[in-house]
């Protein structure tokens, strides 16, 4: 294994790791976060349906959304699916129902600090009593409720408005009437048209239960309220007009009870068309009392059977949703099973780790220590050779031109002629030199360089011919090979300058598919393979070419020339 790729393993090896940390973190967080959401999609999904009074489909995503919250034990929203399950029960006149559910939540509350959800579980709670005549109980809720710290103002005087409506039910007129009208001077209440109304209709109708006659003046004006809000209230605000007039003026008391009937019947308010077809029925004689009666009954057994009808759904569901339950925790079993022995695995797979980490540092330094020591000695190596060719091809130079300087008369142009162009010589030997030992530029300035270093020897005895070079597309070729090119050719054109004594070099270059094949041949002394061996730029060339899985051929005879073709993968 290289050093790079075992740099490369390592890294791999380490960012494995703390990927695998980063990601256990986000999972925890994507999947903290999914959960939330599936749960509110589901009570989103209720909130939809309950408005539109279905019922069955609101309270079939209630339980989807408690069983949702109950498994990743998000309390808050296991309580608001209970609340909300309790109303359903509630609305379908399921009291006994709705109150087992509500109860529910009474253990989650308290291990909770957040008390948001007391004040909707104890309005439920006020609102069952209400509806089962358990009137202790229900006013005890409603004040419970209003004593919660979090509960608002608004929320606080809307749970004394209800004990007041539970006070008219036991028909204590007056005791509702203490508490109601403090209420109707509140700035709360004044500026919520909602609570305004009802409060206004309640004490309008418990003035007309008293005989105080202030109670038209309030029933009506309430009634204008509820109309221009179009608020469900106004059938109260009809029904209790209606009776009101029952016994002044019956012509217009059945109007009224007419009025509330049919916007009960239009709001799809059953308990309500009961109240109102009793009104009827007490208003009216002969056939059309008659007619309202079979209509009391016919309604009050289509209550009776839906409301029955309702019941068995809900605990149809409720044992859909407790199998669902058991499933998922047999699910979470198996799961926990399978986490328990993937910890194992991740355990081994740890140790591993560390194993082939502490291996890989090993070798690292190790191959660190023997590439130093490499670099080191082909340092050591390249300077002995720079000192070897200053010495061989430099030295001599400079000591006759220093010789020729100092004995010749050099006022003279023939002698100025022969010291610069011995100058030039060893200016271009010297830059040669520098340039075997330089940094490569392997980009555009590539081929202006190769050209460069080329025409370098050339010379009035030799004469270096290039063929088909500017055909190359030089950029599609590797840096690392476009340097081993460079120097096997400044290694031939050395060796040929050293020994060949030729006049003439040609270098032929062409692209084969996806081949580059170059072919030098000169016309010079030649040479046998035992002379080839010996020598040891050639040796240099071989090596190069067989680095970048290339071939290399020598085709050479002595005195007749020396040939060598030599083909490189691009």
Same mark, same amino acid.
């Given at each position: ?7 490369? @393993? ?30 509110? *999609? ?53 009291? /006994? ?19 948001? @959800? ?12 209400? !509806? ?34 539970? #006070? ?27 609570? #305004? ?20 003046? @309030?029933? !009506? ?16 605000? #009809? ?72 019941? !068995? ?59 130093? *020591?490499?670099?080191?000695?082909? /340092? ?48 271009? *030997? ?49 840096? !690392? ?90």
């Amino acid at each position: 294994m290289t050093t790079k790729k075992l740099y490369k @393993y390592i890294l791999v090896l380490i960012i494995l790791h703390v990927l695998q940390s980063c990601e256990k973190k986000q999972d925890s967080w994507k999947r903290s976060k999914a959960d939330r959401v599936e749960t509110d *999609r589901y009570i989103d999904a209720g909130d939809s349906l309950l408005k539109k009074w279905d019922y069955d489909k609101a309270y079939y995503y209630y339980s989807k959304a408690k069983l949702s919250a109950e498994s990743k034990k998000d309390t808050s929203r296991m309580i608001l699916s209970l609340i909300n399950l309790a109303t359903i029960h509630h609305i379908q006149a399921d009291y /006994s129902g709705a109150e087992t559910v509500a109860i529910e939540t009474i253990p989650l509350l308290e291990t909770k600090k957040d008390h948001s @959800y007391n004040f909707d579980l104890n309005l439920t709670l006020g609102n069952i009593y209400s !509806n089962t005549f358990d009137y202790e109980n229900a006013i005890y809720s409603y004040k419970k409720a209003s004593l919660i710290k979090t509960t608002t103002a608004i929320e606080k005087l809307a749970s004394l408005s209800n004990i007041a409506f539970v #006070y008219i039910q036991m028909k204590e007129f007056k005791r509702a009437i203490t508490i109601l009208e403090p209420l109707i001077t509140k700035k709360e209440i004044l500026s919520d048209p909602s609570n #305004y109304s009802r409060i206004m209709t309640n004490l309008g109708y418990c003035y007309f239960k008293t005989g105080n006659s202030k109670a038209l003046n @309030y029933l !009506n004006k309430s009634l204008q309220i509820r109309l221009k809000r179009n608020d469900i209230g106004k059938i109260s605000s #009809y029904a209790y007009l209606s009776e009101y007039h029952q016994k002044k003026n019956k012509n217009l008391a059945n109007e009224y009870a007419l009025l509330a009937y049919n916007a009960a019947t239009k709001l799809k308010c059953p308990d309500d068309r009961l109240y109102c077809l009793k009104l009827l029925i007490e208003l009216n004689t002969g056939n059309e009392s008659k007619e309202y009666s079979l209509k009391y009954i016919h309604i009050n057994d289509s209550i009776t059977k839906v409301r029955q009808k309702a019941k !068995n759904q809900f605990a149809k569901i409720k044992y859909d949703s407790k199998k669902e339950k058991d499933e998922n925790l047999k699910l979470k079993a198996q799961k926990g099973l399978q986490l328990e022995h993937q910890k194992k695995r991740n355990l081994i797979l740890y140790i591993v780790l560390g194993s082939i980490t502490t291996i890989s540092i090993f070798l690292t330094n190790l191959l660190l220590a023997r590439n130093k *020591r490499e670099k080191i000695k082909a /340092s050591y190596t390249t300077e002995i050779r720079i000192a070897k060719k200053l010495h061989d091809e430099l030295a001599n130079d400079v000591y006759h031109t220093i010789a020729f300087a100092e004995t010749q008369d050099l006022s003279t142009t023939h002698n100025k002629e022969i010291l610069i162009s011995n100058l030039d010589t060893i200016y271009s *030997r010297t830059r040669n030199i520098s340039r075997e030992n330089n940094t490569m530029e392997t980009g555009s300035l590539f081929i202006t360089n190769l050209k460069e270093m080329m025409s370098g020897f050339n010379t009035q005895e030799v004469n270096v011919i290039t063929n088909g070079m500017d055909s190359i597309n030089w950029m599609e070729i590797e840096s !690392n090979k476009k340097i081993i090119i460079y120097r096997i050719l400044q290694e031939l054109l050395v060796n040929m300058k050293k020994h060949s004594q030729c006049s003439l070099v040609v270098l032929s270059f062409k692209r084969n598919g996806k081949k580059l094949q170059i072919d030098y041949s000169d016309n010079g002394v030649g040479a046998t393979f035992n002379q080839l061996n010996s020598k040891n730029g050639l040796q240099n060339v071989e090596n190069r070419i067989q680095a970048i899985k290339g071939t290399i051929t020598f085709d050479t005879k002595s005195n007749k020339g020396f040939k060598v073709q030599f083909i490189i993968p691009i």
